[in-house]
Structure formats: structure tokens, C-alpha cells
């Protein structure tokens, strides 16, 4: 008679809420389907109506757009008999040469080099996952491709592509090129392929059995780059990626707040200095962010105009706003009012590489009506400003942690109830 050792139940993935720490099981979904928290509402992951390889074509197809809308003409623009035609990294080549160093990084790195990187390696980890094979530097490539990804600013690109072109329509002949097509391509395709950040691609190589499933080393603590739950570790590493662990909050209030006044400081000037200088053999003349508004207004352009004003000062100024409204009111009083806060930080969160349009948009202004002895526009210094307002508001955001206030709340013995809008 032989006795079978009893088999161990499989390990059903736990998921700890990135927004008010609640454990959940993660359950198998529906195509199309998502699952939200039952505190806070707030979703934790979707599942689409794609498999694993059909993502990685759409991964080469975002590839290949990116390719088409780097690599070919935005426009064509014949003013005078002098004609000009247009690819993005040449206006990033001509800010260069022009001396504005820092903006041409910084919408370098936006607009071509963190998109890119961001396609490549989602590609490069998805096509590990459908073959079954992980490289040794899985954990290492997804903590950069976390780190990256809210950086990659494609999408505000292409519509600073639009603004652009609308101010310059009347200056000449305008011919469009199939580089932009492409970036329509990209924006689109680069919007769905986001959906794979670091911790879906960790989600996807736990279901393919080549990764460790999360809280099988117990619970207690949530890894925050690769969403794994497990039991402190002795050495305050994580057990799956190598990261180091805390229990700790990370972002503590007095260095939000020190992200959140720096950027109210550079706001003033980002507003009150012209963005871009127009020389033409009528003189000279600057412009200052609101000043581009009412251009685009005058020129019958309502629409751009108002998503330029809504991105370029309603979003900065709400984000600050907002940001020091969650640092002000840190008192607990219930769910309710805690869930709403947390939904605040979240569109905080959402809306923050939007306030990059404007800067986008003096770059490709600069090299559009680059027409010696005929036009010119020179990025002026509210650029910088504006710049540093973006990137200074999107590090608060990233370091607030909104799970303080779900902390404080369950410290004052408030019971946590489900949220009566997720089912």
C-alpha cells in the first residue's frame, strides 16, 4: 500500500491596494473586465480582450509608429520660396543649437528618448513572459521601467503638434507629413500598451508560473515596486525582486510640501515672463502663456484654446491647490471623506504630464518658424519656469502617499467599510 504526500493547495495571489493598503485575493476576470477596491475604489488591475501575444504585436505596431513618427516629417512649411520641412528631433537639434540646453533635454526625454525606452523594454519583458523564458534582469528592467513610465509624455506631444500647427498655419503654405499620422499612431497605441506597467507584467509572469505568486511568504508588508505581499524579511529586502523594503510611508508631509511651495514659487514667473519671443522684420514681441491662450482664441481655434488654458493653468494651479488641501486636512472623519480624498490625489495623479503642453509647444513653434531674415521664435525664459512647475508638482504627487490618511483613520478605531459603488 503507498501513501501520496497531500497535495498543497495553489497559492491564491494577494494584491494590497496602492492607495489605502487594503488586502484583497486577486480574482481571475472577465475580457474587459477590472477589479477595484473595496475600500477606496480605486482600481487595481483590468484585464483586456488581448492574449499575451497579441499584445506583443501591438507592442511592434506601437514600434513601428514610433519609428514612422520620429524618423519622417511632422510638416512642410513654404514661406517666401524658402521651404522648410520639419521632423521633431530636428526642433530638438535646433533648441540645442540655439543654447536652451535644459529644454531641449527636457522635452528630449519626454518626446522621444523615455518613450521609446518605455516601448522597447515592455516589448522586450512581454515577449519573455509569452515565450516562458525570464532573463536574468527581469526584476531589475521592471524597476526602471516603473521609475519611466509616468515620464513618457507621447500623447501631450502630439497634441502640442496640433497647437503648433494652428499658429503657424497662416505663415505660409502648410503641407502636413506622414510623421504625423504616425504620431496619432503612436499616441494611440502607446495609450493601450501603458496598461503593462511594472506590476501587470509581474501579474502576468505570477499567472505563468515564473514568478513567485504574491503572499506566499505570508503578508504583512507590500513590496512597492513589484506588488509583492509578503512577510517582513530579515535582511528589508524583498523576497521576489531585490527591492528594499519598509513599513514605513515613503514622502513625508514636510518634503511634499517643500516639492509643492517650490513649484507655487516658479509658477509666478512661468506666467509672468514671456514663453516665446516673435522677431519678424516688424520688430520684435513676446508672448507669456496666456497671451498663446487669447492667440488661438482670436485665430477661431476655441477648442485648442481652451484645452491650452485648461492644461497650461487650470492643471497647474489645481494641482497645487489640491495637493495642499490633502497636506492641510489630515484630520480623520470617516469613509466617506477619506475615499473622496483619495479620489482628489488620484486625479492629481492622472493630470499631471498635461501642464507639459506648453513647453512642447514653444519647442516646435521655435523650429517651425525658423526663417532667417523672414521669422523667428526664441524660447523665452518662462519656459524653464514652466518646466520646472511640471516636473516639481509631478514629484509631489509621486512622493504624497495616500495611504497616510487610510493609517490615521484605523488608528482612531473607524471601522473601514466597503465602498457602496464597487460590487
Known amino acids: 500500500m503507498t501513501h501520496r504526500a497531500p497535495v498543497k493547495p495553489p497559492v491564491k495571489p494577494l494584491l494590497a491596494c496602492p492607495h489605502c493598503d487594503t488586502l484583497h485575493q486577486r480574482l481571475p476576470l472577465d475580457a474587459r473586465g477590472q477589479a ?8 487595481l488591475y483590468r484585464r483586456g480582450a488581448l492574449d499575451i501575444r497579441q499584445w506583443v504585436a501591438l507592442a511592434l505596431a506601437c514600434l513601428v509608429a514610433f519609428a514612422v513618427a520620429q524618423g519622417f516629417p511632422v510638416l512642410s512649411l513654404t514661406l517666401l520660396g524658402h521651404d522648410l520641412s520639419l521632423t521633431f528631433w530636428q526642433a530638438l537639434h ?10 531641449s533635454v527636457m522635452t528630449g526625454l519626454a518626446g522621444f528618448w523615455i518613450p521609446l525606452l518605455q516601448i522597447t523594454l515592455t516589448l522586450w519583458l512581454m515577449q519573455a513572459i509569452a515565450a516562458r523564458r525570464l532573463p536574468p534582469d527581469f526584476a531589475g528592467t521592471l524597476r526602471w521601467l516603473r521609475h519611466l513610465a509616468p515620464w513618457s509624455m507621447a500623447p501631450v506631444l502630439v497634441l502640442g503638434i496640433l497647437v503648433a500647427l494652428v499658429k503657424v498655419a497662416d505663415m505660409g ?9 504616425g504620431f496619432f499612431a503612436l499616441s494611440f497605441l502607446l495609450s493601450g500598451l501603458s496598461r503593462w506597467d511594472a506590476h501587470a507584467l509581474w501579474r502576468a509572469a505570477e499567472d505563468a508560473g515564473m514568478a513567485k505568486v504574491s503572499g506566499q511568504d505570508g503578508h504583512g508588508v507590500a513590496c512597492e515596486t513589484c506588488a509583492y505581499v509578503q512577510a517582513p524579511a ?33 509658477y509666478i514667473p512661468a506666467n509672468a515672463l514671456p514663453i516665446m519671443t516673435i ?34 493653468v487650470m492643471v497647474p494651479v489645481t494641482k497645487l491647490l489640491a495637493l495642499s488641501f490633502l497636506l492641510l486636512n489630515t484630520r480623520p472623519r470617516g469613509n466617506h471623506v477619506q475615499r473622496q480624498r483619495t479620489r482628489l490625489y488620484a486625479v492629481v495623479e492622472f493630470v499631471g504630464q498635461w501642464s507639459m503642453l506648453d513647453v512642447f509647444v ?9 526663417f532667417p531674415g523672414l521669422s523667428r521664435i526664441d524660447v523665452g525664459p518662462a519656459a524653464i519656469y514652466f518646466g520646472a512647475v511640471v516636473v516639481l508638482t509631478m514629484c509631489a504627487a509621486m512622493r504624497y502617499d495616500p ?17 457602496q459603488g464597487v460590487s
Not at 36 to 43: F, H, S
Not at 94 to 103: A, K, T, V
Not at 290 to 312: H, K, T
Not at 362 to 370: G, S
Open 403 to 419: 495611504r497616510r490618511g487610510w493609517d490615521r483613520l484605523r488608528a482612531a478605531g473607524h471601522p473601514i467599510q466597503p465602498d
Open 94 to 103: 535646433l533648441c540645442w543649437d540655439r543654447g536652451y540646453y535644459l529644454i
Open 36 to 43: 477595484a477596491c473595496r475600500c477606496c475604489g480605486t482600481v
Open 234 to 266: 530579515p535582511d528589508g529586502r524583498c523576497r521576489r525582486c531585490g527591492a528594499g523594503l519598509t513599513e514605513s510611508r515613503h514622502g513625508s508631509p514636510v518634503e511634499v510640501w517643500a516639492l509643492v511651495l517650490a513649484a507655487a514659487i516658479f
Open 362 to 370: 514653444v519647442v516646435l513653434m521655435a523650429a517651425m518658424a525658423d
Open 279 to 312: 522677431t519678424t522684420p516688424l520688430g520684435s514681441s513676446g508672448h507669456t502663456i496666456l497671451g498663446g491662450v487669447i492667440e488661438l482664441w482670436r485665430l477661431g481655434s476655441w477648442d485648442l484654446a481652451l484645452i491650452v488654458f485648461v492644461a497650461s
Open 173 to 181: 503654405h502648410l503641407r502636413i507629413g506622414p510623421g504625423l499620422a
